[in-house]
């Protein structure tokens, strides 16, 4: 029974490490996961898929290390692990998309900007980009154009667009695109190009932070992992570790666990950076 109350346990520690500190105004969990579903470019994943992903991933886990050491309470150690490797995949897929759109936003304000200078009208100049932006990018403004064709609506279809990127950046460039719709005239061009600017300044200082202090963070990552790394290599040997699933093996377990997931938050809280967070667009 302790070893059941310690799986739900570490399972709920891991996914209030995972989901992070929480937005001043609440939204549903429901919509927070398909919030990061969308971010992470995995719409066609529902979080009720993601949850099923998770249970699953620890059943298997689970199955083959009490397969492997025969011993309960190891085998709920890696079920936790096992449940909790959807969502530190998820986020680790939101963080690298952040990472690549914040160095291809400049790319996009450049065509705006040209595409301006060229004499077309900005919603045309932004339908440009699904033909001429980054790759990566050129699906989402390929369904900003079809959704422009079809209502006629720049504000809608900005709306959407800012909806469908679910970026913070995305947030910023479509508030600057709203207000040169608004202003007009020859102060686009120069809103446009400010805007560049600050983004690859950004980009640039965010980029030697984060290499300076990745080998710091890796170094950390491998210090929690690397004691569990041994006890699964110990696991194969099923008689010496089935000690664990006595009283004083199980309170190692669970000591060693809360440690572990305590210098977790610990490192990630250290070396984490200030989050940009969304802005609502307030298109006219």
Known sequence: MGVFTGLLLGIGLFLCVLTGSPAPARTPKHQQLQALLAEAELTSLQPAQLILASGGTAVIAGAVVLLISSTWSIAVVFAVFGAASPWLLLRRRVIRGRRERRELWPYVIDD?????????????????????????????FARFAADYRASGSFSTSIERLADRLADPVADRVVEALVLAREVGGTDVGRLLRSLGQALRDDARARGEIEARQSWTVNGARLAVCAPWAVLLLLASQSNSVRVYDRPTGLLVLVIGGGLSALAYVLMRRIGRLPAEPRTAVRAQ
């Open 112 to 140: 705006l900007s040209s595409g301006i200078r060229a004499g077309l009208s900005l919603p045309e100049a932004v339908a440009a980009i699904a033909e001429r932006g980054p790759l990566p990018m050129r699906p989402a």
